[in-house]
């Protein structure tokens, strides 16, 4: 199940170095759980105000060039997918433009009351004109009027915060406008997550961890303390590469137990890429 694979910045070269024992029997110490918990379970986003499921859908499995695994689908199948996923008690949909999983998102729209499913979706865009047009032009490609969380996508400059200023206001007024209820960013280098922990600005932020630093901003310790601090801050912290990408697919239960016991993620988010994967995912998690 390797997921948005577009992307192996530097970071991830540094993270290699991690990864040697990764599949020997004790690389890392698998944690106990004092709770049970499910991919159904209803969590709130830090302080946005926004309930959805714990576990999010994603649609970008090696997503770029508007294109993934997941959209290699088909429109009916990928939305199909979606409803699948719904039936189980899934509530969140992860899109973003770069997937090109926006008409299959649209389309499980089509058959969900719109107010029972979170929508996440992500733009490249780097200025304000670009925003405001992304803005306008995701809403009619998921045929929604507004989307629940929209974020930065892919940020690497550990200056973003004020070399993008502009694109920030343009999520600010739409969010007191009403088109989107959060705003927010994903990162992929340690020095624009620092940005995004200290930025008040920032709602949501969706991070890249896993027990072994694969594609990783930096080592998992590091890593976490900064999501600890946005945690704190209230935050809505939202865990992706929890499967690292592919490098723990002989180890997924060991990698759902991090996830799981870290106490600082809210959701997150793993694509599957058919209907039996999904449901052995779900399993996994509720048997965690």
Excluded at 79 to 108: I, K, T
Excluded at 151 to 166: A, I, S
């Amino acid at each position: 199940m390797k997921r948005r694979e577009f992307l192996s910045t530097a970071a991830y070269g540094t993270g290699a170095a991690w990864l040697g024992s990764k599949f020997a029997p004790h690389a890392w110490a698998v944690p106990e759980l004092t709770r049970k918990f499910s991919a159904s379970d209803t969590v709130v986003l830090g302080n946005t105000g926004i309930s959805t499921s714990r576990l999010a859908m994603g649609t970008g499995t090696v997503g770029v060039g508007h294109h993934s695994h997941q959209t290699a689908l088909g429109l009916k199948g990928l939305s199909d997918l979606l409803l699948n996923g719904y039936d189980h008690g899934l509530r969140f949909f992860d899109a973003a433009d770069s997937y090109g999983s926006h008409p299959h998102v649209a389309e499980a729209l089509k058959h969900v009351p719109r107010d029972k499913v979170t929508v996440l979706t992500k733009s490249w865009a780097r200025d304000a004109a670009g925003m405001r047009a992304d803005l306008d032009r995701f809403r009619k490609e998921l045929g929604t009027d507004h989307i629940d969380i929209f974020l930065m996508h892919c940020l690497t400059e550990g200056d973003w915060t004020e070399r993008y200023k502009g694109v920030m206001d343009v999520l600010s007024e739409a969010k007191q406008k009403g088109i989107i209820r959060a705003h927010g960013c994903s990162c992929h280098s340690i020095e624009a997550l620092r940005a995004a922990a200290n930025s008040p600005w920032v709602e949501v932020d969706l991070a890249r961890i896993n027990p072994v630093g694969a594609y990783m901003d930096a080592d998992p310790a590091t890593v976490i303390g900064v999501l600890k601090q946005m945690k704190a801050s209230g935050k809505a912290v939202v865990g992706m590469k929890i499967l690292g990408a592919g490098e723990l697919r002989n180890r997924q239960d060991e990698a759902i137990k991090h996830a799981l016991s870290l106490g600082i993620l809210d959701a997150f988010t793993i694509g599957a890429e058919n209907r039996a994967e999904q449901e052995d995912l779900i399993r996994r998690i509720a048997s965690a």
